[in-house]
């Protein structure tokens, strides 16, 4: 069975460049079988605004063959010992939707958590050029839902221009995390993800896009001074 990762390290601007645009030489190495690079976003800021892409922030999320050829990864490679300096957590998968390209995802699936226990839910969505300024009318008021509600524990996004776009969010539960999704939560406006989830099917905003949710299996590091699940 696969095992999954999800990093975020800060560095500085010539580092943060150099792995964006030098992500491509990572693709060779032992057990890695898919790995995205991206610059993280802040949840619900302006699409203007200087903080909204965090040039000096990466997530990166992965998936491999085994946790061996993690830590090989995070020992020997120029990436991997950078994000071995920032937090990252490994993830066995337990549900996908949807599909996205690179990511092999078989039925080796675990059962569900415990609808009490914390769960992880990453997405990743490429976009159709011609229908961004619709998937951020109907994404901002999601990112604020996510970013505000209670029952996260961590959530972010992050980008690879011009078109990858993901979410990452630690739950505290299942229960909580699918109210959210299914507009049950008792928050302003709860309906907000599951209105977006009918635009989109009522006309796809991405011509990929998968969600899957994980149960954590452990974290390393430390990310704003904290640890999320240990």
Do not use: C
């Not at 605004?49 to 998936?63: D, G, M, Y």
Request: no cysteine; glycine share 6%.
């Amino acid at each position: 069975m696969s095992i999954f990762t999800y990093h975020l390290v800060k560095v500085s601007v010539f580092t943060s460049l150099k792995m964006i645009l030098f992500s491509s030489k990572s693709k060779n190495i032992d057990g890695l079988v898919h790995i995205e690079y991206m610059n993280s976003m802040t949840l619900g800021a302006s699409i203007l605004s200087p903080s909204r892409i965090l040039i000096r922030q990466i997530a990166v999320f992965a998936q491999w063959e085994n946790e061996n050829a993690i830590d090989e990864f995070l020992k020997s490679n120029t990436f991997g010992k950078v994000l071995a300096k920032g937090w990252y957590i490994r993830l066995l998968l337990t549900r996908p939707w949807g599909k996205i390209s690179g990511f092999k995802i078989n039925g080796e699936l675990l059962e569900e958590n415990p609808s009490n226990m914390p769960v992880v839910a990453v997405t990743i969505a490429r976009m159709k050029f011609f229908e961004i300024p619709r998937f951020i009318y109907w994404g901002k008021p999601v990112e604020k839902l996510v970013r505000d509600h209670p029952g996260t524990i961590l959530s972010s996004a992050s980008i690879r221009l011009p078109r990858t776009v993901s979410t990452f969010s630690i739950w505290k539960s299942q229960k909580e995390m699918t109210a959210m999704v299914y507009g049950h939560s008792a928050v302003p406006n709860p309906k907000r993800h599951i209105n977006a989830m009918n635009e989109r099917e009522r006309k796809d905003f991405h011509f990929e896009f998968t969600t899957l949710r994980f149960k954590p299996v452990s974290e390393f590091g430390k990310w704003n001074g904290k640890t999320y699940i240990s």
